[in-house]
């Protein structure tokens, strides 16, 4: 069972339940997360097994081969439009034979028609050739381009074991995950018991994939189609690609802000830097991908610390994101802070060169495999001259979340395409193991509140008992984890009906100096981000492929113009550039374009006029008890 999952935060040193009626959508038939071309540098091969044993019956009045056809034609029509796939056979084409494996259909742009006549001409036959029909199989997957990061999946389905031995199928699977960081092999057990089911669980493992067994037709096909739409949906990253050093004194020079990427290994511990000023904001925010469902433990993930170039390297920030179950990997992400002191006088708040590393914690029995890294820089100027910030924001107010009808939407796979919301009630699908996300605009004082509500899902008889989990993250711009404040933000899902929730506080300029982690990290207007995830062993118990999810949204409050004190309405703002700030990452500087990493003395003298508004303010609250 999974518990309430909480990140943990190092010392800041020296700064600082129904668902709405009606069906779920179903099964999408070519709908990308993401608005445009599939990503590039992703696909899929299928591999089926065609031997001898697939004429079996496989109950239902259908054979083996036939039950593989029907499911091979649910998810090639699941898969988004364009999203590279293929299919190779083994044991079609001669009577035995241990090199008896073709490819029937290329790696190509999706053709659904071509695939469904390509499997419909398929007659099984032969051996069992798994080794050779997986390496063959690498090689049909186009190379990714130099400094991207894609996903390259190997499907396989199988009703038995390799009866060649050799190559042995698992050594075959663990040379083939030591190519890169991009590879994964999946399987699929098809009526498979005993020797047969544990070597395609050793496939999948070494392969750093996931293994999904199938008694039944109807099983296959949802195994099937789930496998099929994790892979195109796997994360898609952003940047610019950079080697972390090994050492702090080996630290890689990040360009300035924006997003990079690079890969980090079980224990590995990566180390880049930045030169700040001495009184911009800036946060460093990681992303580390497994692949879904592969092995963990409970403490595994990434540790993330910002330090100094004192003599003294002091520490100014420091986050973990841990995967707090032993399900299976799960995306991982949180930012540490640079944020100057309301006096400035503290030894991260001098102007110079930071460090930032990022570790990974790896248990034994833990996925081996390399994870792919995307790292942000976001810098952060300060107020403009004459503006005096309102007072910080700490308490939680009690928001009514929505009851409208939901609108389908589909979540995006990650942080670069996460799909836009408003206020108001949403409804998608989840694979187990797969992640959404989501992002809302909430304005200087304004505050989010939501909810994401699972149904009462249709359980399978053989999966009574078993439990999985759900649960929902938030993240500011930076990617720092905003927190669980007074919500519950993970639950424990057997398939009835169960939610989680988050929120935040109002936004407001001055909350950077609180000492909550759930107040410090909304401190300024603009794209919140929500993650809603279902973990992998619902796939255990889900009779349907995916699980139904309504989302409500509410963001309480009337935008401010900007983050002073007494800021008028957004609506009633006369100077469209008042009191604004911007975050240099974005382009969205003042005068329209990227902030510089260095900002000026005027920087400075606001800064310290706002430290005493903010020592005012802090006052004013002790007063009035609310601190």
Known sequence: MRGLHRRTA???????????????????????????????????????????????????????????????????????????????????????????????????????????????????????????????????????????????????????????GTPPPCEVAEELGKQGVDLRIDTIGFQVRGKARKQLECIAEAGHGSYYDAPD?????????????????????????????????????????????????????????????????????????????VPVKYGDGIRLRLRATDPYTSQCDAQDDNVQQEEGARVLTNAVSRIPSPDGGQACDKAGRYLFSVERVTSPGADQARWPLELRLGVEAPLKAGVTPAQSETEYADIALPTAAPKDVEGGTGFNDARALTAGVWRDRLLPGQTRYYKIPVGWGQQLRYRAEFANEPKLQEGSGVSSYVDTDLYSE?????????????????????????????????????????????????????????????????????????????????????????????????????????????????????????????GAAVLAAAAVAYILVRKNSRNRGTQ
């Not at 004194?249 to 990427?261: K, R, S």
């Not at 927190?483 to 424990?492: A, E, F, N, V």
């Open 10 to 164: 190092g010392a800041v040193a020296g700064a600082l339940l129904a668902l709405a009626a009606g069906p779920l959508p179903a099964a999408r038939a070519a709908a990308p997360a993401q608005d445009g071309p599939p990503p590039a540098d992703s696909s899929l091969v299928m591999v089926l097994d065609s031997s001898g044993s697939m004429r079996d019956d496989a109950g239902g009045g259908q054979t083996r081969i036939q039950a593989a056809r029907d499911a091979i034609g649910s998810v090639v029509d699941s898969l988004p439009d364009g999203y590279p796939t293929g299919l190779r056979v083994y044991g079609a084409d001669r009577e035995s034979g241990c090199t008896d494996t073709r490819l029937v259909k290329p790696v190509t742009a999706l053709d659904r028609a071509g695939l469904k006549e390509a499997v419909a001409a398929v007659k099984p036959k032969g051996d069992t050739p798994i080794g050779h029909s997986l390496r063959q199989a690498a090689k049909d997957l186009p190379e990714p381009a130099a400094g991207t990061v894609g996903h390259r999946s190997i499907l396989l389905i199988s009703d038995g074991e390799d009866n060649c």
């Open 217 to 293: 037709a109807a099983a296959l096909g949802r195994q099937l189609q789930r496998a099929g739409q994790l892979s195109a949906d796997a994360y898609r990253f952003k940047g610019e690609p950079v080697t972390g050093g090994p050492k702090a004194e080996d630290a890689a020079d990040l360009a300035g802000p924006g997003q990079y990427l690079d890969s980090i290994g079980p224990g590995e511990t990566r180390w880049y830097s930045a030169a700040l000023d001495a009184i911009s904001a800036a946060d460093f925010g990681a992303t580390a991908v497994p692949n879904p469902g």
């Open 478 to 602: 930076g990617r720092g984890i905003v927190g669980d404040g007074p919500y519950t933000s993970s639950r424990s899902y057997y398939g009835d009906p169960v939610a989680t929730d988050l929120g935040t506080v109002p936004v407001s300029w001055t909350n950077r100096w609180e000492s909550a982690g759930t107040v410090r990290a909304v401190r300024h207007q603009g794209d919140y981000y929500l993650t809603v995830r279902l973990g992998p062993n619902a796939a255990r118990f889900a009779q349907n492929a995916a699980i139904g999810v309504v989302l409500r949204v509410a963001v309480a409050g009337e935008a401010k113009a900007g983050p002073q004190h007494n800021a008028p309405a957004l609506a009633q703002r006369s100077d469209n550039k008042a009191g604004k700030t911007a975050t240099a990452v974005q382009g969205s500087g003042d005068d329209g374009g990227n902030l510089p990493l260095v900002a000026g003395a005027s």
